[in-house]
């Protein structure tokens, strides 16, 4: 079945720290890989996605790579704001299938 | 261009009564999407309506919850007689395009309902 591991969090993190949350994936076909985040209180926003192996997404100076042979789509950030606190999301959308499957989720915290 | 738009934020029911919740996709899309996410969860998805049609619906409980897409007017997820274990955000998410598993597989998401059952 199709299915989305995410690193457990919380991740904690000073200010302008380096960011990696792993996500792995298990999919029949080649899906395509998303991240979302949500903010305190609000909705899922779409962060970055891409659709094909070896593709890199990248949007607000986060990135993550489309990685077919270790099934992987960690995300990162090479210095993370206060502002970034929120939950992240890795989620997939598998071929021919009609839903998102969302991993748990990861919550970051960032401080000053 | 207005987003995808839930109403209620936040609704609080007691046990038994009926929660209606609404959402108004994007403009220029017919693909509607309902999702649950429960405390430290991730989402799990419900139920895919195109305009009045369910497409897809096999993450809905059996019992008690239904929805629907009118040709006019939001979509509309209805639980009946909620019981506390309902208690959850629903999303609604809004496509263009019919999900294929391509690019064009990006799904909207609204703010959510926030579902309280005392």
């Known amino acids: 079945g199709n299915s989305v591991t995410q690193m457990e969090g919380p991740v904690t993190l000073s200010e302008e720290a380096f960011l990696t949350i792993n996500c792995t994936y298990t999919?029949?076909?080649?899906?395509?890989l998303f991240w979302y985040v949500q903010y305190p209180g609000e909705g899922l926003q779409l962060l970055l996605k891409a659709t094909k192996a070896d593709d890199k997404g990248s949007n607000k100076g986060f990135e993550a790579t489309y990685r077919k042979e270790t099934t992987s789509f960690h995300l990162e950030k090479g210095s993370v704001q206060v502002s970034d606190s929120a939950v992240y999301f890795c989620a997939l959308s598998p071929p021919r299938g009609t839903a998102l499957i969302f991993g748990k989720g990861t919550t970051l915290s960032v401080s000053s | 261009n207005a987003g995808v738009m839930q109403n209620p934020r936040h609704l609080v029911r007691r046990r038994g009564q009926e929660a209606r919740l609404r959402c108004s996709p994007m403009k220029g899309h017919s693909h509607v999407y309902w999702y649950r996410q429960l405390p430290e969860e991730g989402l799990k998805f419900m139920v895919y309506?195109?305009?009045?049609?369910?497409?897809?619906e096999s993450g809905m409980p059996k019992e008690r919850f239904s929805a629907e897409f009118p040709k006019e007017g939001p979509s509309i997820l209805r639980i009946q007689q909620v019981v506390r274990g309902d208690s959850a955000a629903y999303f609604c998410a809004s496509s263009p395009n019919p999900p294929s598993g391509g690019s064009t597989d990006t799904q909207y998401f609204g703010p959510g309902t926030r579902l309280t059952v005392l």
């Open positions: 309506l195109q305009k009045e049609n369910i497409i897809d």
């Open positions: 999919a029949t076909g080649y899906p395509s």
